[in-house]
């Protein structure tokens, strides 16, 4: 149901833009010769003949109000004229931004012939989105696919994957992603030239996706008015890749559209190594966080740590509050986007940014963490649920049946 209406929703708001993948068909059947010409000019189907084309151009989000009703300290606070948009990357097909990078590190590998259709295994150590990325392309373009992690990693991943037909390697949790990705090895090792290990930390197609696709969606979304842009930190595939597009990447002669963006990078304050790469200081203990897909534990190669203006610590606490408040303003995003728009409200209302056009980014739908703890409340309300009496006298056999009482 949420598939189906999350694809009538994405057809609409393609509606009015060139995007390639949709096949276009115009055929509404009129008894008359002129109006079925009018209809042709004005109607047409939009189709997405495979599930990656639903991939990207997600729509902004106007978050402006979060400024006002979110972690208000005084009056004069509120007369910022800061806009906030969210980019909505929890409407991709497989509800995160991880789509994106799925489909393009299978792109390029098929380009470079490195994989080959019911030939070639697909292995990724990846306990969340990733994997989950992997295995709808996996389906589509027709790849087996075996992905090692962590046993703490929640049922509702482990049933995603095993109901994309991913066959499922599960790791002792002490040795965390380091020992999901020594299993991930091994089975490469088992399967010769007919596996292929992804590494979606090392691959140059995670922040290409981003440079080529949600950097100028973003760009063209905002007429050029983008001004800081906040992103978490996973792989850094996103905060990379959209930096460079808006920034300039010579690398790929792509010249500055705006070298004054202000990037925000958003990490776990229980994990602060980027904050420290940047030559920052640590805050508070230091160790596990409850961010999932942001905070790896490692400083990817996939980032830029130039391209970064400022590192900004959320704890997991405050993250999951302002999920509550996204959740509560009818948006069901994931714990990551919690703590990018936390972060992003107190940039938006620095005195310095009074102005300014911000862009954050919601990297996950959030019904994919009812496991997580932020939910425990919820799950024990729910199930403590009872059913209520109905209003008396109650007879429904105008309907045809009879209703058993009780
Ligand atoms: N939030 C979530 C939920 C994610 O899955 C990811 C990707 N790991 C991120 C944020 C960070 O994105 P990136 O890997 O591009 O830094």
């Given at each position: 149901?949420?598939?189906?209406?999350?694809?009538?929703?994405?057809c609409f708001?393609?509606?009015?833009?060139?995007?390639?993948s949709?096949i276009?068909?115009?055929?509404?059947?009129?008894?008359?010769?002129?109006?079925?010409?009018?209809?042709?000019?004005?109607?047409s189907?939009?189709?997405?003949?495979?599930?990656?084309?639903?991939?990207?151009?997600?729509?902004?989000?106007?978050?402006?109000?979060?400024?006002?009703?979110?972690?208000?300290?005084?009056?004069?606070?509120?007369?910022?004229?800061?806009?906030?948009?969210?980019?909505?990357?929890?409407l991709?097909?497989?509800s995160s931004?991880?789509?994106?990078?799925?489909?393009?590190?299978?792109d390029?590998?098929?380009r470079?012939?490195?994989?080959?259709?019911?030939?070639?295994?697909?292995?990724?150590?990846?306990?969340?989105?990733?994997?989950?990325?992997?295995?709808?392309?996996?389906?589509?373009?027709?790849?087996?696919?075996?992905?090692?992690?962590?046993?703490?990693?929640?049922?509702?991943?482990?049933?995603?994957?095993?109901?994309?037909?991913?066959?499922?390697?599960?790791?002792?949790?002490?040795?965390?992603?380091?020992?999901?990705?020594?299993?991930?090895?091994?089975?490469?090792?088992?399967?010769?030239?007919?596996?292929?290990?992804?590494?979606?930390?090392?691959?140059?197609?995670?922040?290409?996706?981003?440079?080529?696709?949600?950097?100028?969606?973003?760009?063209?979304?905002?007429?050029?008015?983008?001004?800081?842009?906040?992103?978490?930190v996973?792989?850094?595939?996103?905060?990379?890749?959209?930096?460079?597009?808006?920034?300039?990447?010579?690398?790929?002669?792509?010249?500055?559209?705006?070298?004054?963006?202000?990037?925000?990078?958003?990490?776990?304050?229980?994990?602060?190594?980027?904050?420290?790469?940047?030559?920052?200081?640590?805050?508070?203990?230091?160790?596990?966080?409850?961010?999932?897909?942001?905070?790896?534990?490692?400083?990817?190669?996939?980032?830029?740590?130039?391209?970064?203006?400022?590192?900004?610590p959320?704890?997991?606490?405050?993250?999951?509050?302002?999920?509550?408040?996204?959740?509560?303003?009818?948006?069901?995003?994931?714990?990551?986007?919690?703590?990018?728009?936390?972060?992003?409200?107190?940039?938006?209302?620095?005195?310095e940014?009074?102005?300014?056009?911000?862009?954050?980014?919601?990297?996950?739908?959030?019904?994919?963490y009812?496991?997580?703890?932020?939910?425990?409340?919820?799950?024990?309300?729910?199930?403590?649920?009872t059913?209520?009496?109905?209003p008396?006298?109650?007879?429904?056999?105008?309907?045809?049946?009879?209703?058993?009482?009780?």
């Open positions: 149901m949420k598939q189906a209406s999350k694809l009538i929703h994405s708001l393609r509606a009015n833009k060139p995007v390639t949709f276009s068909t115009t055929h509404l059947i009129s008894l008359y010769p002129q109006q079925r010409q009018k209809n042709q000019q004005k109607r189907l939009r189709v997405a003949a495979r599930p990656s084309d639903l991939v990207g151009e997600t729509p902004l989000l106007d978050l402006t109000h979060f400024l006002k009703s979110h972690g208000q300290s005084n009056d004069s606070d509120t007369t910022t004229n800061c806009r906030l948009y969210g980019k909505m990357e929890s991709g097909p497989c931004v991880k789509d994106r990078l799925g489909r393009s590190m299978i390029e590998a098929e470079l012939n490195q994989i080959t259709p019911g030939k070639t295994t697909l292995v990724e150590p990846t306990s969340g989105n990733t994997g989950i990325a992997l295995a709808f392309l996996a389906r589509e373009r027709g790849y087996k696919c075996i992905l090692t992690m962590p046993e703490t990693m929640s049922l509702e991943r482990r049933m995603m994957l095993l109901a994309m037909g991913c066959e499922v390697v599960l790791t002792p949790k002490e040795t965390a992603v380091p020992g999901a990705l020594a299993k991930a090895k091994e089975i490469m090792e088992g399967l010769g030239e007919n596996g292929f290990m992804l590494q979606q930390f090392e691959n140059p197609a995670n922040a290409k996706v981003h440079r080529e696709t949600t950097g100028p969606e973003i760009w063209k979304d905002t007429d050029g008015t983008i001004d800081i842009l906040i992103s978490g996973g792989t850094g595939g996103t905060v990379t890749g959209i930096s460079q597009y808006i920034k300039g990447y010579p690398d790929g002669d792509l010249p500055p559209l705006k070298p004054s963006l202000y990037t925000v990078a958003v990490e776990p304050k229980e994990q602060m190594l980027l904050t420290e790469a940047k030559g920052g200081s640590k805050q508070g203990p230091q160790g596990p966080h409850k961010i999932q897909g942001m905070g790896a534990g490692l400083i990817p190669s996939v980032i830029d740590l130039n391209l970064i203006d400022e590192v900004f959320v704890h997991s606490d405050d993250a999951m509050d302002t999920t509550r408040d996204l959740w509560m303003g009818g948006i069901p995003a994931g714990v990551s986007s919690g703590a990018i728009v936390n972060a992003a409200v107190q940039v938006c209302r620095r005195p940014n009074m102005d300014k056009v911000a862009v954050c980014i919601i990297p996950s739908f959030g019904e994919r009812f496991t997580h703890p932020m939910f425990e409340g919820i799950k024990e309300e729910a199930s403590n649920l059913k209520q009496p109905l008396e006298p109650y007879d429904n056999t105008e309907f045809g049946f009879e209703t058993a009482r009780g």
